[in-house]
Nanobody, 129 residues
Framework: QVQLVESGGGSVQAGGSLTLSCTAS????????VTWFRQSLGKERRAIAT????????WYADSMKGRFTISTDNNKKTVYLRMNGLKPEDSGTYYC??????????????????????WGQGTQVTVSS
């Protein structure tokens, strides 16, 4: 069973940076898509960026380009999200989720959150002004 654990959240001043980690106990297959999502209070969950466990390909939601960087350490089964220039509106719970590449192309994950079978419990980020 896939278990995803997010960590690295916390409180930070506006303009600061955080790096979130998503570590998997295992993946369902060698080829997987992993996406970071954010859910802010009173708002819908939004995808941020996708990486794979088998290539250097990455994809970003248009509104998230520039300040967020996704990366992977496949040896550690970990996907990172580096966040720079944080703003109060970046506050929320950050989740990672994954699905197998054989089900859908990784490039389509950002627009299709229903693709994702396995989710972490989230890590909270609070950005104060």
């Amino acid at each position: 069973q896939v278990q995803l654990v997010e960590s690295g959240g916390g409180s930070v001043q506006a303009g600061g940076s955080l790096t979130l980690s998503c570590t998997a106990s295992e993946f369902r297959s060698p080829l997987n898509c992993v996406t970071w999502f954010r859910q802010s209070l009173g708002k819908e969950r939004r995808a941020i960026a996708t990486a794979t466990t088998h290539s250097d390909d990455t994809w970003y939601a248009d509104s998230m380009k520039g300040r967020f960087t996704i990366s992977t350490d496949n040896n550690k089964k970990t996907v990172y999200l580096r966040m720079n220039g944080l703003k109060p509106e970046d506050s929320g719970t950050y989740y990672c989720a994954t699905y197998e590449l054989r089900r859908h192309p990784c490039s389509e994950g950002i627009a299709n959150p229903h693709f994702f079978l396995d989710w972490g419990q989230g890590t909270q980020v609070t950005v104060s002004s």
